[in-house]
């Protein structure tokens, strides 16, 4: 089973500011990583596939990066509608999928 | 529109049973194998099982193995969790998610998800 670890559990940040959420794998992935973002009440939104691909009408401002064990979720310029839990989840090893415990990105 | 409707959730006793749904529609439902995620109170999301494109072939988590079953009606477009010896700890959101795309050997990310269902497992 691979573990996925996602750090930090809470992110404080200011609205303007950037965001930089990082994923660990216990162990290699090769690019086969997505990030989701869940607001309350919600169903999870899929924003990045293949650890760098934004989904179809994710803004420019969410950006993936890494492969192997090593990920990053980085927003450049904090809007309102960004606080929110995010997950990243590994399909490397489909059909056991596995997904972080989440970051929640909160107004600092 | 791709769009996946849940239905079935509720209130079960300890040991119960329930039949989870999830109506597919906009996209072409048997090419694609499909799947289950649930999210207790509170928490983060968990895989429970996914079933191929023509339902031969099924897995699952340990925390539902022996317990679910999932299974599918591709001329219905619809997917099904057949959930039996219900647990507190299965209380949950129960969500069906498409996949981004497959192969003939694996799936992808999931690209589209159904808006849940809730399970609640109490006395």
């Known amino acids: 089973e691979i573990v996925m670890t996602q750090s930090p559990a809470t992110l404080s940040v200011s609205p303007g500011e950037r965001a930089t959420l990082s994923c660990r794998a216990s162990q290699s992935v090769s690019s086969n990583l997505a990030w989701y973002q869940q607001k309350p009440g919600q169903a999870p939104r899929l924003l990045i596939y293949?650890?760098?691909t934004r989904a179809t009408g994710i803004p420019a401002r969410f950006s993936g990066s890494g492969s192997g064990t090593e990920f990053t979720l980085t927003i450049s310029s904090l809007q309102s509608e960004d606080f929110a839990v995010y997950y990243c989840?590994?399909?490397?090893?489909?059909?056991?999928?596995?997904f972080g415990q989440g970051t929640k990105l909160e107004i600092k | 529109e791709v769009q996946l409707l849940e239905s079935g959730g509720g209130l079960v006793q300890p040991g119960g049973s329930l039949r989870l749904s999830c109506a597919a529609s906009?996209?072409?439902?048997?090419?694609?194998?499909m799947s289950w995620v649930r999210q207790a109170p509170g928490k983060g999301l968990e895989w429970v099982s996914s079933?191929?494109?023509?339902?031969?072939?099924?897995y699952y988590a340990d925390s539902v193995k022996g317990r679910f079953t999932i299974s599918r009606d591709n001329s219905k477009n619809t997917l099904y969790l057949q959930m039996n010896s219900l647990r507190a700890e299965d209380t949950a959101v129960y969500y069906c998610a498409k996949p981004g795309y497959c192969s003939s050997t694996s799936c992808s990310h999931f690209d589209y998800w159904g808006q849940g269902t809730l399970v609640t497992v109490s006395s």
């Open positions: 906009g996209f072409t439902f048997s090419s694609y194998a």
């Open positions: 989840q590994q399909y490397n090893d489909w059909p056991l999928y596995s």
């Open positions: 293949g650890a760098s």
């Open positions: 079933i191929s494109a023509r339902g031969g072939s099924t």
